[in-house]
Structures are given as C-alpha cells and as structure tokens.
C-alpha cells in the first residue's frame, strides 16, 4: 500500500513552458491526500521559491536536493549544510577567477555579485540575484546551495 508520494516541481507538476499546474494535476495531489497518502515536494530549489500550490499543502518539503527537508509545520525533519572550510574555499576559489558566487541559507539567498550565467540561473524559478553588501554576514549561516557561473 502506498502511503507517501514525492514529486518533482518542473516538468512534473508544472508545465516547463507555462510554468502552470493543471487542474487534473491538483486533483490528483488532492485525491492522493484525501486516501490518506503523504504527498511531498522533492526539488533543488531554494524552501523560498517553492511556488505554491492552491487547495494542496505538501505534507513535507525537500528542498536544495534533499539537503533541507521540513514539514507543513515548518519543523525540520533534515539539514545537511555544506561544510564551512568548502564554503570559504569555493568563494576564494570563484574569485581568483573574477566569478560572482551566490550563497543560499534555509531563509536567504546572497550573491557579491553577478553574471549571466547566475541571472540565467535565478531567472528559471522567476526571481532575480540579490546581490548585496552584506554577503558576509551569510557565508556564516548554515549553507545548503552555492551556485557559481
């Protein structure tokens, strides 16, 4: 018997070129609840720009590759952040060949700076790099996601 489903967002619960969710699809997650199944969302994404989903709430969430994982309650059920030494040393190592580096924490996200290849990155889950002058603070958060152009 089934008793848990886990779903992609991209390409599997939304269509890659709408960015939309059908009806027959939130009816389906719908159905799935109400046959008491756990349905959760496994993703890449950050916990932040894990778009909703009208008339269903995930009964967990997997975020940044299943390295931040919580429940509907916000409790969390998992956390791997990467290493701080691999941190500092990817930053240094993205500098010393001019890239700008964007830092995720479970409720930031900060970049020192930016390039195509990073806005390309950000502008697929339709938000834009912040950039900002208090990108140190967050290398001392925990941190889940690096991305580097």
């Known amino acids: 018997m089934i008793k848990i489903a886990f779903f992609d967002i991209d390409g599997t619960l939304s269509n890659m070129e ?3 969710v059908s009806d ?3 009816e389906t997650l719908q159905r799935l609840q109400a046959n008491n199944i756990k349905v959760c969302i496994a993703t890449g994404r ?3 720009s894990v778009p909703t989903f009208e008339g ?3 009964d967990a969430i997997l975020s940044f590759n299943g390295s931040y994982c919580f429940d509907k309650e916000g409790h969390v059920l998992y956390s791997h952040p990467i ?3 691999d941190v500092l040393r990817i930053i240094d190592n993205a500098s010393s060949i001019n890239r700008s580096v964007s830092l995720a924490s479970k409720d930031n996200s900060k970049a020192n700076g930016t390039d195509q290849d990073l806005n390309d990155y950000y502008a697929f889950s339709k938000q834009k790099v912040n950039v900002s002058e208090d990108f140190d603070t967050l290398v001392n958060e ?4 690096i991305m580097c152009g």
């Open 46 to 48: 950050h916990p932040l």
């Open 142 to 145: 925990d941190i889940y996601q």
């Open 83 to 85: 290493p701080h030494k």
């Open 24 to 26: 027959i699809t939130i």
């Open 18 to 20: 709408t960015r939309s």
């Open 56 to 58: 269903v709430t995930f």
